[in-house]
Protein backbone atom coordinates (compact mmCIF):
# COMPACT_ATOMS: atom_id res chain seq x y z
CA UNK A 1 0.00 0.00 0.00
CA UNK A 2 1.30 3.55 -0.89
CA UNK A 3 0.05 6.34 0.79
CA UNK A 4 -0.49 9.77 -0.95
CA UNK A 5 -2.68 11.81 0.91
CA UNK A 6 -3.99 10.47 4.07
CA UNK A 7 -7.14 9.82 2.53
CA UNK A 8 -5.66 8.11 -0.59
CA UNK A 9 -3.84 5.17 -0.32
CA UNK A 10 -2.82 3.11 -3.54
CA UNK A 11 -3.02 -0.53 -3.81
CA UNK A 12 0.22 -1.80 -5.67
CA UNK A 13 -1.30 -3.93 -7.20
CA UNK A 14 -3.04 -1.66 -9.63
CA UNK A 15 0.19 -0.41 -10.48
CA UNK A 16 2.05 -2.21 -13.27
CA UNK A 17 5.72 -1.74 -14.13
CA UNK A 18 7.69 -3.03 -17.10
CA UNK A 19 11.67 -2.46 -17.96
CA UNK A 20 12.49 -1.39 -21.60
CA UNK A 21 15.94 -0.10 -22.67
CA UNK A 22 16.68 3.27 -22.14
CA UNK A 23 17.05 5.78 -25.03
CA UNK A 24 18.94 7.80 -23.14
CA UNK A 25 23.00 7.98 -23.02
CA UNK A 26 24.91 5.38 -21.37
CA UNK A 27 27.46 3.28 -23.50
CA UNK A 28 27.34 0.20 -23.31
CA UNK A 29 25.04 -0.56 -20.71
CA UNK A 30 22.23 1.13 -22.23
CA UNK A 31 22.28 -1.90 -25.29
CA UNK A 32 22.05 -5.05 -22.24
CA UNK A 33 19.93 -3.87 -19.49
CA UNK A 34 16.39 -2.83 -19.32
CA UNK A 35 16.86 0.50 -16.91
CA UNK A 36 14.07 2.55 -18.36
CA UNK A 37 10.50 2.53 -16.28
CA UNK A 38 7.17 2.43 -18.03
CA UNK A 39 4.46 2.90 -15.62
CA UNK A 40 0.97 2.19 -16.00
CA UNK A 41 -1.88 3.07 -13.50
CA UNK A 42 -5.33 2.34 -14.84
CA UNK A 43 -7.25 4.77 -13.72
CA UNK A 44 -10.82 4.58 -14.72
CA UNK A 45 -10.90 1.31 -13.23
CA UNK A 46 -8.68 2.26 -10.01
CA UNK A 47 -10.66 1.40 -6.44
CA UNK A 48 -8.05 3.57 -4.37
CA UNK A 49 -9.30 6.71 -6.35
CA UNK A 50 -12.26 9.23 -5.56
CA UNK A 51 -14.39 9.79 -8.65
CA UNK A 52 -13.49 13.82 -7.79
CA UNK A 53 -9.95 13.04 -7.67
CA UNK A 54 -10.30 10.48 -10.80
CA UNK A 55 -11.57 12.98 -13.25
CA UNK A 56 -9.17 15.87 -11.92
CA UNK A 57 -6.23 13.03 -12.56
CA UNK A 58 -7.14 12.58 -16.22
CA UNK A 59 -7.64 16.34 -17.21
CA UNK A 60 -4.38 16.75 -15.05
CA UNK A 61 -2.18 13.95 -17.10
CA UNK A 62 -3.39 15.07 -20.57
CA UNK A 63 -1.66 13.38 -23.02
CA UNK A 64 -0.30 10.54 -20.65
CA UNK A 65 -3.80 8.92 -20.59
CA UNK A 66 -4.47 6.46 -23.51
CA UNK A 67 -7.30 5.36 -24.59
CA UNK A 68 -7.86 2.61 -22.47
CA UNK A 69 -7.82 5.47 -19.58
CA UNK A 70 -4.56 4.20 -18.08
CA UNK A 71 -2.15 6.61 -17.17
CA UNK A 72 1.57 6.24 -19.13
CA UNK A 73 4.73 7.15 -17.23
CA UNK A 74 8.07 6.70 -18.37
CA UNK A 75 10.96 7.19 -16.64
CA UNK A 76 14.34 6.92 -18.08
CA UNK A 77 16.45 9.76 -16.22
CA UNK A 78 18.53 7.39 -14.28
CA UNK A 79 20.73 5.00 -15.22
CA UNK A 80 19.72 2.37 -12.34
CA UNK A 81 16.82 0.61 -12.87
CA UNK A 82 15.47 1.22 -8.98
CA UNK A 83 15.99 4.98 -9.28
CA UNK A 84 14.14 5.38 -12.61
CA UNK A 85 11.30 2.87 -10.39
CA UNK A 86 11.18 5.32 -7.68
CA UNK A 87 10.87 8.34 -9.75
CA UNK A 88 7.73 6.70 -11.85
CA UNK A 89 6.49 6.25 -8.13
CA UNK A 90 6.97 9.63 -7.17
CA UNK A 91 5.76 11.51 -10.49
CA UNK A 92 2.93 9.12 -10.04
CA UNK A 93 2.25 10.58 -6.22
CA UNK A 94 3.10 13.54 -7.56
CA UNK A 95 -0.16 13.52 -10.12
CA UNK A 96 -2.63 12.38 -7.88
CA UNK A 97 -1.62 14.79 -5.35
CA UNK A 98 -2.15 17.53 -7.55
CA UNK A 99 -5.47 16.17 -8.59
CA UNK A 100 -6.64 15.62 -4.98
CA UNK A 101 -6.18 19.34 -4.03
CA UNK A 102 -9.16 20.92 -5.03
CA UNK A 103 -9.21 23.85 -7.24
CA UNK A 104 -9.94 27.33 -5.79
CA UNK A 105 -13.07 28.98 -6.84
CA UNK A 106 -12.65 32.50 -9.09
CA UNK A 107 -14.04 35.36 -7.43
CA UNK A 108 -15.18 37.65 -10.13
CA UNK A 109 -13.83 41.03 -9.50
CA UNK A 110 -14.55 44.19 -11.18
CA UNK A 111 -12.11 46.26 -13.46
CA UNK A 112 -11.16 49.49 -11.27
CA UNK A 113 -12.06 53.06 -12.00
CA UNK A 114 -8.55 53.63 -13.02
CA UNK A 115 -7.82 50.86 -15.10
CA UNK A 116 -10.76 51.73 -17.04
CA UNK A 117 -9.64 55.00 -17.59
CA UNK A 118 -6.03 53.87 -18.44
CA UNK A 119 -7.69 51.54 -21.31
CA UNK A 120 -10.20 54.49 -22.68
CA UNK A 121 -7.06 56.31 -22.77
CA UNK A 122 -4.43 53.81 -24.82
CA UNK A 123 -7.41 53.63 -26.92
CA UNK A 124 -7.53 57.20 -27.82
CA UNK A 125 -3.70 57.55 -28.65
CA UNK A 126 -3.68 54.36 -30.30
CA UNK A 127 -6.53 55.89 -32.72
CA UNK A 128 -4.38 59.67 -33.09
CA UNK A 129 -1.17 57.17 -34.20
CA UNK A 130 -3.81 55.51 -36.95
CA UNK A 131 -5.09 58.73 -38.21
CA UNK A 132 -1.78 60.06 -38.50
CA UNK A 133 -0.83 57.07 -41.07
CA UNK A 134 -3.77 58.47 -43.10
CA UNK A 135 -3.08 59.58 -46.98
CA UNK A 136 -3.52 63.73 -46.75
CA UNK A 137 -5.29 65.33 -49.92
CA UNK A 138 -3.27 67.19 -52.16
CA UNK A 139 -4.14 70.62 -52.82
CA UNK A 140 -4.79 69.14 -56.41
CA UNK A 141 -8.01 67.39 -55.67
Known sequence: MIQVTPGIILDEGEIELSFVRSPAPGGQNVNKVSTAVVLRFNVAHSQSLPDNVRHRLI??????????????????????????????????????????EPPKRRIKTQPSAASKKRRVETKRVRSQTKDLRRNIPSKDD
Open 59 to 100: KLAGKRINQERELLIKASRFRSQVRNREDALARLIELIRKAA
